[in-house]
C-alpha cells in the first residue's frame, strides 16, 4: 500500500463515506484509475502534545502494516483520522475496530448499477383489472 502525501487527496477522501471508531475515524474513497490502495493518516493538535500525536500517527501505521490485502477494497484511497482514545486503547481491539470499520465501508460504498433500457418495464406494478 502506498502512502497519501497530497492536501487534494486528503480533502477528496472526507467527502466519502466514513466510519467511526473510539480511537480513529476512515474516510474512504473509490478512484478511476489502476494504482494501488493508499493510505493517509492525519492526527490534528487537538489529541495532545507532538509527542501523542506521534504514538498516535505510529499506532496507526502499525494497523495498517498488519492488514491483509483482503481487507480493503482496490482502487481506493482510505484516510485514517486518529483520535486521543488510540493512545489508551488495546491494540488488538484497534485492529479488530479498523477490520470492523473497512467490512462496514465496503457494505456501504454504492456498487455502480447497470442502466436499464428506456423501454424495460420490469420492476413496475402492472394495471390492475376491474372486477366484474
Known sequence: MDRLRQRADFLAAANGPRMASPAFLVQSRARDDNGPVRVGFTVTKKVGT??????????????????????VRPHHDYVIVGRRAALDRGFETMFNDLRAALSRLERQTP?????RPSGDTAGTKAPSRARE
Open 50 to 71: 507532538a509527542t501523542e500525536r506521534n504514538r498516535v500517527r505510529r499506532r496507526l501505521r502499525e494497523l495498517v502494516k498488519r492488514l491483509d490485502a483482503a481487507s
Open 111 to 115: 456498487k455502480p448499477s447497470i442502466p
